[in-house]
Structures are given as structure tokens and as C-alpha cells.
């Protein structure tokens, strides 16, 4: 208001002084902008189907969640150019079609990228899709390997798991999955660094963890560190059949070195930046 007066009396004096008057107070438009208002975690939920769910959770910036039977998180993120970054996939290449149809219907065509933080099924599971549709898919040199080395062992692991007749669907489907390497890969020490217009993100390996080639995939304009499975979002440990119980709470101390508000486990609802001291709190208890 006062703002406007001022540009008022500016106006009947001196129109130049006006325009730069203008540009320093901003249009009411730009106010209402939500951007601009802190938003809580939920903003907007998008059911695709019975199993796979959007939130809107920021701006731009989407949890996806798939339950297949058991739910685990991706990420999608609007950068400032435009692209549209995936990080993990549904798990399996159905869903991460239907995920895209959604974000073309949501966005238009886009460019798209995606990027793997582990070679479990829940972190890839979707890539023969991606791959068929010319989408670069980043991952770890290990990630790659680990996917041919201990992909039938993961496969055996999983289809245990899903032999009561109520997971007969998932049972087929996770038998039937095509387990696809990243085909973009980069050093697991040196990490990845990628620039979309004036936004960056960062692939960052802290040491082994629930699988000894999780990475992080920070995105430090808008403070989300996207921590995957290594960061626990429920009050379980969760499959430790390739995790190093050991190194594990040494690997998620080095993440306090981000400067994060939001932070997306690879399952759970919470967001919140209290999840590392929460994974340290279940990792001790496990370890007892
Ligand atoms: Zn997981």
C-alpha cells in the first residue's frame, strides 16, 4: 500500500523514476505467486491409478509413490530450463509410462533425464521404458554392475517374498521384470554434476549404505536432498540383504554437509529434514 502511493506521487512527477519504482515493488501478481509463500509438504495429490500416486510437495517438485506391493518413492523435479528431472523410477515400466503420460498431459513435451541411485528394482525398475523412449538414464559405473552381478539373486530375493496367492499379480509382474543398467554412467567416487539453466544438481556417493552404491542426488536452490533408500522413512530397517550395517550411520553423517530442508526418503511419507537423525535413532536401535 505504502508502495503504492509512493508510485502514485512518482507518476505526476517523473515518469522514468516510476518504472524503476515498479521493478523494486513488483506486480500483485508476483506476491500471489506461490513460489513465493513457503508451502507445507502436501500441496496438490495425484492418484494415476490404485498403486501409483504424485504428490505435489513444493513447487515443480513431485514425490511419486509407487506401491507394487510395497511403497517406494521417485522423484520428479521441474528445473529452471525446463527439464524435467526423474530420480528413481516406479517399479516397473508400465507405471513409469503411465508416470509420464501424466507429466506430458501435466507439462507438455519436455525434455526429460532420469537417474538411478541403486541398482534395486525399486530404484530402477522402470529404465527399459526410458531407454526405449531415448531418455538418458544416469547412474553409477557400480550401479551397472551390480545390476548384472546380482540381479537373479535380487529377482530369487523378491519373488520369496511375494509367494502368498494375495501377491499373485506382483508376483508375475516382478517375475517378468526386466532388470536395465543405467546406460549413462559416471565414477561412484567422483559423483555427477549437472547444470539445467541457473540450477544445478549434484550425485554424491557418502560410502556404503543399505546397498553399497546408493548415491544422493542433491538439488541445493531449492535445499531437497532426494537420499533414497539409504535414508530410512518408516521405523524399519527394511531389506538389509546388501547393506553394510556398519558403515551405514559413518555414510549418513557425511549428508549433514548439505544445507537441506526437504529430504525424500525411498520409503516413507515423511520429508522432513529431521530423517537423518531418525535413520541414525532406527540404525542404532537394529544394531543392538
Ligand atoms: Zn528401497
Not at 513465493?36 to 491409478?49: A, N, Q, S, Y
Not at 531437497?224 to 530397517?237: E, H, N, P, Q, R
Not at 549418513?252 to 529434514?273: A, C, N, S, W
Amino acid at each position: 500500500m505504502l508502495c503504492e502511493t509512493n508510485l502514485y506521487r512518482k507518476f505526476l512527477v517523473f515518469l522514468p523514476v516510476l518504472m524503476v519504482m515498479m521493478g523494486a515493488c513488483g506486480s500483485p501478481q508476483a506476491a500471489a505467486d506461490p513460489v513465493e509463500t513457503p508451502v507445507p509438504f502436501l500441496v496438490e495429490r495425484f492418484d494415476l491409478d490404485s498403486n501409483l500416486t504424485v504428490r505435489s510437495v513444493q513447487p515443480g517438485v513431485y514425490v511419486i509413490t509407487h506401491s507394487f506391493p510395497w511403497p517406494a518413492n521417485a522423484a520428479l523435479v521441474e528445473m529452471d530450463d525446463s527439464t524435467l528431472v526423474l530420480v528413481d523410477t516406479p517399479y516397473t515400466p508400465e507405471a513409469t509410462k503411465d508416470l509420464l503420460a501424466w507429466a506430458e498431459a501435466q507439462f507438455g513435451e519436455r525434455e526429460i533425464i532420469a537417474i538411478n541411485t541403486g541398482f534395486h528394482y525399486d530404484n530402477l525398475g522402470g529404465n527399459s521404458y526410458l531407454i526405449e523412449q531415448g531418455i538418458p538414464v544416469y547412474g553409477s559405473d557400480l550401479t551397472a554392475r551390480l545390476v548384472e552381478e546380482r540381479g537373479d539373486e535380487m529377482r530369487a530375493l523378491t519373488l520369496s517374498w511375494l509367494e502368498a496367492p494375495q501377491y499373485q499379480r506382483y508376483y508375475e509382474a516382478h517375475r517378468n521384470l526386466p532388470y536395465t543398467p543405467p546406460d549413462h554412467l559416471f565414477a561412484l567416487d567422483k559423483g555427477l554434476s549437472l547444470q539445467f539453466g541457473a540450477e544445478s544438481l549434484e550425485v554424491y556417493f557418502p560410502g556404503p549404505t543399505h546397498s553399497p552404491d546408493n548415491v544422493v542426488v542433491y538439488f541445493p536452490v531449492r535445499k531437497i536432498l532426494f537420499a533414497g533408500c539409504m535414508v530410512l522413512g518408516t521405523d524399519k530397517v527394511g531389506n538389509t540383504s546388501d547393506a553394510d550395517l556398519a558403515a551405514w550411520p559413518e555414510s549418513i553423517r557425511k549428508l549433514y554437509q548439505f544445507d537441506f530442508e526437504m529430504v525424500i526418503p525411498g520409503h516413507g511419507d515423511r520429508l522432513d529434514d529431521g530423517l537423518l537423525a531418525h535413520t541414525l535413532d532406527i540404525l542404532a536401535e537394529y544394531g543392538q
